[in-house]
């Protein structure tokens, strides 16, 4: 039963780390991004437009199951998934939770996108992460763990804040112990937080929230 905590945790690790750098890629010092996954990385980046575009729908990825891109986030998350099948012998809690995760990434995602107002309430953090004025941020899809953990959490205002950082709706009495003990052991990430947030607030100031996303790959 171990396996079921530990996968959740590691489905969202991956989550922050493959959003970051395989689908948006690292800035590069001479110009443009760096991606251990080129293509994912160029259509990552046209979603991202679209969704600027349409103020967070995107009914050409996510309504139509055909699309070329939706076929191969698909495709990423079945080679993922027969990934740990191979430790299903030895950890078959750890890897049916990770179909689970799997089956949630794409559910939770693609709902989000179809409908605005859902996704707004149901993932904050990634509607911030296509609408804030520093898209290179708020990592996570499914929950916003890791963002927490590596600091990379930007809210953009307090009606699009998670209660609690795990990301999930609990008895006022759980939350507010949870809150409390997080503030306790951990005040250097509330710390980034609130920084985080403050420096969104100065950018909108500044009108950088209709700002569009220039995607330009390095040359190779």
């Known amino acids: 039963m171990i396996g079921i905590p530990i996968a959740l945790l590691a489905a969202n690790g991956v989550e922050w780390y493959l959003h970051k750098y395989a689908l948006h890629g690292v800035p590069q010092e001479g110009g443009g991004r760096k991606s251990i996954s080129p293509p994912f990385m160029k259509r990552h980046w046209a979603h991202h437009k679209q969704v600027r575009l349409s103020k967070y729908r995107d009914d050409a990825l996510y309504g139509d199951t055909r699309n070329e891109d939706a076929v191969a986030e698909k495709k990423a998350l079945f080679q993922l998934c027969a990934l740990t ?3 299903l012998p030895v950890a078959p809690f750890f890897t049916l939770t990770t179909y689970y995760c799997a089956w949630n990434y ?3 995602h693609s709902q989000s996108h179809l409908d605005p107002e859902w996704g707004k309430k149901k993932i904050p953090w990634h509607f911030d992460h296509h609408m804030n004025t520093n898209q290179d941020a708020n990592w996570c899809v499914t929950k916003p763990w890791f963002d927490y953990i590596m600091g990379t ?4 205002s307090p009606d699009l804040q998670e209660s609690n950082p795990l990301g999930i709706k609990l008895p006022t009495v759980i939350e507010n112990k949870l809150n409390a003990l997080a ?3 951990v005040p250097r990430a509330f710390e980034k937080l609130e920084a985080n947030a403050r420096e969104e607030q100065q950018k909108r100031q500044q009108g950088l929230e209709n700002k569009m996303p220039d995607f330009v790959a390095s040359p190779a």
Do not use: Q
């Not at 959490?153 to 953009?156: E, F, N, P, Y």
């Open 85 to 87: 099948t191979l430790a």
């Open 106 to 108: 794409w559910h939770v």
């Open 153 to 156: 959490r930007v809210i953009s």
């Open 183 to 185: 503030r306790r052991y």
